[in-house]
């Protein structure tokens, strides 16, 4: 297998609008919800809370990940620290990802938020619905 994805870097920067102190809370709140609420996280944040993995078992039940994405994903989730990597002295080296308490406490809040979901999917979907119709029939001119 190839190591191809060994040269992936991750980018850090502030945006001009998170440069005062209270807009900087702000966007480190929106900057992990939206690090959390990613599919691929979300995906991993799902396989690791069951138990420690490795890539390859990663990237089989994570259906459509790249190898690359899935690189990048683990890297950010471990910085954040949300994944522990535990490289084992193995030849070749046995790698595995563990996901740490606080993972594990927004797993449950991830079920909770699956479980808001699916007792008002229908209702969404109604209201998407209605809105759809309304905007068709002309009812909410911009």
């Keep these: 297998m190839s190591q191809g994805n060994t040269g992936v870097t991750i980018e850090v920067s502030t945006p001009r609008e998170c440069e005062t102190p209270s807009a900087r809370a702000a966007c480190s709140v929106l900057d992990v919800l939206g690090r959390?609420?990613?599919?691929?996280?979300?995906?991993?944040?799902?396989?690791?809370?069951?138990?420690?993995?490795?890539?390859?078992?990663?990237?089989?039940?994570?259906?459509?990940?790249?190898?690359?994405?899935?690189?990048?994903?683990?890297?950010?989730?471990?910085?954040?620290?949300?994944?522990?990597?535990?490289?084992?002295?193995?030849?070749?080296?046995?790698?595995?990802?563990?996901?740490?308490?606080?993972?594990?406490?927004?797993?449950?809040?991830?079920?909770?938020?699956?479980?808001?979901?699916?007792?008002h999917v229908e209702a969404i979907d109604r209201a998407r619905l209605d809105y759809d119709v309304a905007r068709a029939a002309g009812g909410d001119a911009e």
């Design 36 to 119: 959390v609420s990613g599919k691929w996280s979300i995906a991993v944040l799902l396989v690791t809370t069951q138990g420690p993995a490795r890539f390859t078992e990663l990237e089989r039940q994570v259906k459509g990940i790249s190898r690359r994405m899935l690189t990048l994903t683990l890297r950010n989730l471990e910085r954040d620290g949300l994944l522990t990597r535990t490289v084992y002295p193995t030849v070749p080296p046995k790698v595995e990802y563990t996901a740490t308490p606080m993972a594990c406490e927004l797993y449950d809040s991830l079920v909770e938020l699956a479980g808001w979901a699916e007792r």
